[in-house]
Antibody
Framework: VQLQESGQGLVKPSGTLSLTCLVS?????????WVWIRQPPGKGLEWLGY???????YYNPSLQSRLTLSMDTSKNQFSLKLTSVTAADTAVYFC?????????????WGQGALVTVSS | DIQMTQSPSSLSASVGDRVTVTCQAS??????LSWYQQKPGRAPKVLIY???NLETGVTSRFSGGGSGTDFTFVISDLQPEDIATYYC?????????FGPGTKVDLK
């Protein structure tokens, strides 16, 4: 399983951050949770949310009002949109996959994409 | 939310030393805990899952233990390639949460 993030590297304050995770060598249509995690520079890890090919989506309550996760199984990719961004949203954003639906540790990770929020 | 704490926040040790990191959960998480290693500029890598199970392909110098609220992560024979930051993560309930990390470097 290989994951690769792509998207904007720079977003203006109050704008919308959009990222996509392309998954290779594995179908995202199965029974897996597909995850977004972020890490501000020099800081720890924060789980943002995850989604499942059958449509279920769960968000971190701290971001729920601003975050939307979606999936395009035809392209084997999933996406993140974060609205009304501020400098506090500057971070490396990782996509990942959990081990199983129940054992929700992060087995596979993308390399990460740095997104900077600045005017 | 389940809060995760780790101690120490950083430590310095010598090659060959035994290193122990502790992780505490704010409520009972059973054995639903994993440990990750993160090197600068890299994604985290899972080392231990279900508190004490070694992920496939990970060196047996790493081990984990504990259940409920108190957990430990041990490097039995510190090597230069182990220099990294280590995080615990609970998956008992949402939101999934991480500890703040323990930075391990060489003395």
């Amino acid at each position: 399983v290989q994951l690769q993030e792509s998207g904007q590297g720079l977003v203006k304050p109050s704008g919308t951050l959009s990222l996509t995770c392309l998954v290779s060598d594995y179908s995202i249509s199965g029974n897996d949770w597909w995850v977004w995690i972020r890490q501000p520079p020099g800081k720890g890890l924060e789980w943002l949310g995850y989604l499942y090919s059958r449509g279920a989506t769960y968000y971190n309550p701290s971001l729920q009002s601003r975050l939307t996760l979606s999936m395009d199984t035809s392209k084997n990719q999933f996406s993140l949109k974060l609205t009304s961004v501020t400098a506090a949203d500057t971070a490396v954003y990782f996509c990942a996959r959990t081990k199983t639906m129940v054992t929700r540790y992060f087995e596979y990770w993308g390399q990460g994409a740095l997104v900077t929020v600045s005017s | 939310d389940i809060q995760m704490t780790q101690s120490p926040s950083s430590l310095s040790a010598s090659v060959g030393d035994r290193v122990t990191v502790t992780c505490q959960a704010s409520q009972d998480i059973g054995n639903n805990l994993s440990w990750y290693q993160q090197k600068p500029g890299r994604a985290p890598k899972v080392l231990i899952y279900d508190a004490s199970n070694l992920e496939t392909g990970v060196t047996s110098r790493f081990s984990g233990g504990g259940s409920g609220t108190d957990f430990t992560f041990v490097i039995s024979d510190l090597q230069p390639e182990d220099i990294a930051t280590y995080y615990c993560q609970q998956y008992q309930s949402l939101p999934l949460t991480f500890g703040p990390g323990t930075k391990v470097d060489l003395k």
